[in-house]
């Protein structure tokens, strides 16, 4: 690996964690590309060929794996899972929520059980892959 190909992995790895750490604020891709030193265009595109998915929808795809926990082991609504992490709509939620994990989060919350080992075990197991291009 270049070194110009490990600083900008280094690069868009400090935008993700940024994303990370705001998952629930809306997507603010000029903000993300300041942090990696980049052009929203070029941002996009390369945090694409990083991690093999737009930051749209490795926004999304983080936001439904804290709604599967969020379901799994509290009692709130769905709708208020819904604005805990970050969507603004039910509607939006639920189809992102069904084209990632392919059942809706009431059906979810029905199948899924407490989890008896660490969190941060259980989540990296229950990642929900990537969507397809054709996602949401």
Known sequence: MSRAVEESNRRMLRARDAMDRAYTEPLDIPALARIAHVSPAHFIRTFR???GETPHRYLQRRRVERAMFLLRET???VTEVCMTV???SLGTFS???HAILGESPTAYRKRAVSSVVPNCFGMAYMRPASLPDGGP
């Open 75 to 77: 009692d709130q609504s």
């Open 49 to 51: 060929a990083t991690f």
């Open 95 to 97: 189809r992102t929520f």
């Open 86 to 88: 970050g969507f603004s």
